[in-house]
């Protein structure tokens, strides 16, 4: 069964511009998350998805959106980027909505310049 | 406010010994516990988790220890392998809330 896939790996931006970046669950995975990885902060979870609907979000400006579609896929995407936007992006899958237990894609390394 | 906490953020342990690495926790409500493994360049791996209703599970060569009264939990490597050297995060959660709180991360090095 492939893992969880993301897209791109890697982007390069200007402050300003917005960007949307896609993720593709685990096969039979229906619930969503994603997560910013900064070297100062850490792990910082951003929202999660179940059944095409938000269930959760974390504490990042509304510059940050995202949704789900009805195949499970999901985009995140970031609106007038700042230079402390530059992260990777991760996107964890789970079978359903309440699993404690995610799978990981290998992440978007995004740089704002 | 870091409401999960790695204190130690590197840790060298000798090839064949035991690891232990060490995860504190504010949160009285989290009720579920992981830990992930990272290389550089990819994102972080399942390992191992435990429910709050147990204080201890084992998967072959990892062992997770939870002490709810102190809040802290650790892992445990036993023999320890050069391929075990990467970061490792602690995460919990707790019921109603899909999203995981990380700690910090350890750097775990194997040195042959």
């Given at each position: 069964?492939?893992?969880?896939?993301?897209?791109?790996?890697?982007?390069?931006?200007?402050?300003?511009?917005?960007?949307?970046?896609?993720?593709?669950?685990?096969?039979?995975?229906?619930?969503?998350?994603?997560?910013?990885?900064?070297?100062?902060?850490?792990?910082?979870?951003?929202?999660?998805?179940?059944?095409?609907?938000?269930?959760?979000?974390?504490?990042?400006?509304?510059?940050?959106?995202?949704?789900?579609?009805?195949?499970?896929?999901?985009?995140?995407?970031?609106?007038?980027?700042?230079?402390?936007?530059?992260?990777?992006?991760?996107?964890?899958?789970?079978?359903?909505?309440?699993?404690?237990?995610?799978?990981?894609?290998?992440?978007?390394?995004?740089?704002?310049? | 406010?870091?409401?999960?906490?790695?204190?130690?953020?590197?840790?060298?342990?000798?090839?064949?010994?035991?690891?232990?690495?060490?995860?504190?926790?504010?949160?009285?409500?989290?009720?579920?516990?992981?830990?992930?493994?990272?290389?550089?360049?990819?994102?972080?791996?399942?390992?191992?988790?435990?429910?709050?209703?147990?204080?201890?599970?084992?998967?072959?060569?990892?062992?997770?220890?939870?002490?709810?009264?102190?809040?802290?939990?650790?892992?445990?490597?036993?023999?320890?392998?050069?391929?075990d050297s990467a970061v490792y995060f602690c995460a919990a959660s707790r019921s109603g809330a899909q999203k995981l709180v990380f700690g910090q991360g350890t750097r775990l090095t194997i040195n042959p």
């Amino acid at each position: 069964k492939a893992g969880v896939t993301q897209t791109p790996r890697y982007l390069i931006k200007t402050r300003g511009q917005q960007v949307t970046l896609s993720c593709s669950p685990i096969s039979g995975h229906r619930s969503v998350s994603w997560y910013q990885q900064t070297p100062g902060q850490g792990l910082q979870f951003l929202f999660e998805y179940f059944s095409e609907t938000q269930r959760n979000k974390g504490n990042f400006p509304g510059r940050f959106s995202g949704r789900q579609f009805s195949n499970s896929r999901s985009e995140m995407n970031v609106s007038t980027l700042e230079l402390g936007d530059s992260a990777l992006y991760l996107c964890a899958s789970s079978l359903s909505e309440g699993e404690y237990e995610q799978y990981f894609g290998p992440g978007t390394r995004l740089t704002v310049t | 406010d870091q409401q999960v906490k790695q204190n130690s953020p590197s840790l060298s342990v000798q090839e064949g010994r035991i690891s232990i690495l060490n995860c504190d926790y504010t949160n009285s409500m989290f009720d579920y516990f992981l830990w992930y493994k990272k290389y550089p360049a990819e994102g972080p791996t399942f390992l191992i988790s435990i429910s709050s209703i147990k204080d201890k599970n084992e998967d072959g060569r990892f062992t997770v220890f939870l002490n709810k009264s102190a809040k802290h939990l650790s892992l445990h490597i036993v023999p320890s392998q050069p391929g075990d050297s990467a970061v490792y995060f602690c995460a919990a959660s707790r019921s109603g809330a899909q999203k995981l709180v990380f700690g910090q991360g350890t750097r775990l090095t194997i040195n042959p």
